[in-house]
């Protein structure tokens, strides 16, 4: 056989012969901060030495704990092609959860942010950390703390050659790793190979993923510590597009202005920061004029911003699907031929579904007793997804091996439809889909019915114990600032019950301040249902003619 092994080497390769000029933007606490493709490899190669000095060996894990910024990726490219493993670790979890990951990772190296080093101190004093041999601040200098040994990373860098002998690394050697939120237990970790990581990249830059080239200013907003940024450092990166970082921590206004000013064309985050944005948008001016498209995945897109978006910023809103274990992206809802030519109500319908599989994945909706669902758009099952850069496996968990995998098959969780033109609509996770009276209501279905009020900022939906039908349906909403509450509440209800059968509609609607979101910033039901566990919050709004059939 000819050819050489996929890996991540030639994307940087590549970019910086091809596009030594474009810029790497970095927003960072001491300002804006700019270098080239050509200066990035540089450092690149300095990173990979200071690797060897350190005494990082092909294989090893080293970690990180850092936001959305250049040094960050630096590591992207610099830890993999010199044969050691990097993994990405989410600032955000509880202090437990991050030791069991650095300990079941077994991390020789963490490289940590400034403004992170106090929250990783408290898991550092435990033995979880005991393989770790060298900390690096992601900076200039080293703040006051008891972690040790500790060097700043211009220094751990600093001294070294541009120059690396970078190694053939093989298709099968570990790249990438990160471990799944864990909201449900112990965090899962997953590894990606080379060949993942390249499949995986090479799938977004057709025009059915997310289509960049060298034309494009790529800001993720989406963490860097979650699935590799949804591999758009990698994806840009091979297509020579310019990056912008917005760094720690970004309010609505950085990111109007990192728009505005960087001419950034393409992003993407959860939902909960394009409501923002909007929200801000709604008081304050912003050039959006370069801005194409923003990918919004992590949780449903409510069906209002993508209108919001197209009619009044003529922003595309692609909507995404993907999991931690499909290196993320799975399916995106681009428009088949001919489809934009659609009335608006019947595009915007299409385009909030999760969408058409990416070229190289394969999928099945299947019932609980097995049989594949018919495409039809309204039975549903649980979706089942294989491809080259979908895992196989958990990093030493055999127990979640056997429950969530089989036959080569990624068992996903997800509760889907498929419609007659193929695309994926998530109706629920499975464990938030309510059970009413044998029936079954999406919970996901009322959270976007509930979002597209004007005045309501945010809405989650969980089933609460209900002595008769099992569950039923509360509603906790976070009205926008000056609504009415009582006048809202007629009208939302008023509003879904229009829509839907009576019995979907939500016994009771909670006013709340905020909803609780999990590390990743999507919706943490867990929370709620948690907190309303031993109780019940309904009194049967249901009518008897209006019930669902009971079992």
Known sequence: MGGTDPTLRPFLWRAAKMYPDTEIVSRTGRGIERYDYAEFEDRTGKLANALDSAGVASGDRVATFCWNHHRHFETYFGVPNSGAQLHTINPLLPDHHIEYIVENADDRLIFVDPSLVEKLEGPADSEAFEAVEQFVVMGEEVPDTSLEPITDYESFVGDESTEYDWPDLSADTKAGMCYTSGTTGKPKGVEYTQQMLWSHTMATLTPQGLEFDESDVIMPVVPMFHVNAWGMPYSATAAGAKHVYPGPAPEPADLATLIEEEGVTFTAGVPTVWLGLLEYLDENDADLSSLETIVIGGSAAPEAVIRRFDEEYDVDVLHAWGMTETAPIGSVSHLKAGMEDWDADARYEKRGKQGLIVPGLEFKVVEDDGNEVPWNGEDFGELYIRGPWVTQSYFERPEAN?????????????????????????????????????????????????????????????????????????????????????????????????????????????????????ATGKFDKKVLREEYSDESLVEGRVPEEAAPDEE
């Open 402 to 518: 056997e429950e969530e995998f089989e036959d080569g098959w990624l068992k996903t969780g997800d509760v889907v439809t498929v419609d007659t033109d193929g695309y994926i609509k998530i109706v629920d996770r499975a464990k938030d889909v309510i059970k009413s009276g044998g029936e079954w209501i999406s919970s996901l279905e009322l959270e976007n019915a509930l979002m597209a009020h004007d005045d309501v900022s945010e809405a989650t939906v969980i089933g609460v114990p209900h002595e008769r039908w099992q569950e039923r349906p509360v509603a906790f909403v976070v009205p926008v600032e000056g609504a009415d509450e009582e006048a809202l509440r007629e009208e939302i209800l008023a509003d879904i019950e229009a829509e839907y059968p009576r019995w979907w509609t939500p016994d009771e609607l909670v006013f709340i301040d905020e909803v609780p979101k999990t």
